[in-house]
């Protein structure tokens, strides 16, 4: 079950300290905005889109009211549901570049504070939290999954395990940039295999950066098929498609 901030298990106390420890070495800069001093300043965390309200019940892309999106009517999505923190823009897409492009592994754990409060309130009963694997290649080009160092911290602060090796990519994908979102489903369609002691737990799958929710849903089936019960998807930041389309992230 998920736990509340004042019960955090020793594990996301200790990291956090890390990360503390770091600071006070080498002082740390917003991820959003670059100020010295700390890792999310007030000023970005007012100039963040939050993404809570007038939601996808299903897929949790905006909408004009709450209900259910044409989208997800046409073909339901296996995942039970799908949540965004923010809009992928402004100081939330500096911070995801400095963790994914810059090396800046703190970061991670910066974000993970910064949504845990969220998530908390979403009540999801997690049992296991994952995250979206990278493929061999990019692993070994990139060093670390960002994914995985929100996942991990956010996972402490919850009280639930995590599990790096649950999700694997069964095939190399293209990049998804640029493609439209019937060209995203087929790409990652099959993309995912899962491996593991899955047999009726609820899983929440963690990535940085969420477009269209096609590999969410195909992480989300991978699980269902080995026995997993039912499937939350979770990132820091969702590409509203316009902002996408105008200024593509960099393939690595
Ligand atoms: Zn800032
Ligand atoms: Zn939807």
Redo the contacts with the bound molecule.
């Keep these: 079950m998920i736990t509340s901030g004042l019960q955090k298990r020793p594990a996301a106390v200790a990291y956090h300290l890390f990360w503390n420890a770091v600071d006070w070495v080498f002082p740390p800069t917003?991820?959003?905005?670059?100020?010295t001093g700390e890792r999310?300043?007030e000023?970005?965390q007012k100039s963040t889109l939050l993404l809570a309200e007038n939601l996808c019940e299903r897929c949790g892309n905006p909408l004009p009211s709450d209900g259910h999106c044409p989208e997800c009517d046409r073909q339901r999505p296996v995942f039970t549901a799908l949540r965004s923190f923010c809009a992928y823009q402004g100081?939330a897409r500096k911070a995801i570049h400095r963790l994914k492009y810059q090396r800046d592994l703190g970061m991670g754990e910066a974000l993970a504070q910064v949504m845990s409060p969220w998530v908390a309130s979403l009540q999801w009963p997690v049992d296991v939290v994952t995250s979206v694997p990278l493929s061999p290649a990019r692993l070994k080009q990139r060093g670390y999954n960002q994914a995985s160092m929100i996942a991990l911290p956010l996972a402490w602060e919850m009280g639930v395990r995590f599990d790096s090796g649950l999700l694997h990519r069964a095939r190399e994908t293209s990049s998804q940039v640029g493609l439209s979102a019937a060209e995203r489903i087929k790409n990652v369609d099959g993309a995912f295999y899962a491996q593991g002691n899955l047999r009726g737990k609820t899983v929440l799958v963690v990535d940085d950066v969420i477009t269209t929710g096609a590999t969410m849903n195909s992480c989300a089936s991978a699980l269902l098929t080995a026995g997993a019960s039912v499937v939350f998807g979770l990132s820091f930041a969702r590409a509203l498609l316009a902002d996408h389309q105008v200024e593509p992230d960099p393939i690595f």
Aim: aromatic fraction near 10%; include cysteine; charge should be positive.
């Design positions: 917003c991820g959003g905005c670059n100020r999310w300043c000023q970005c100081p």
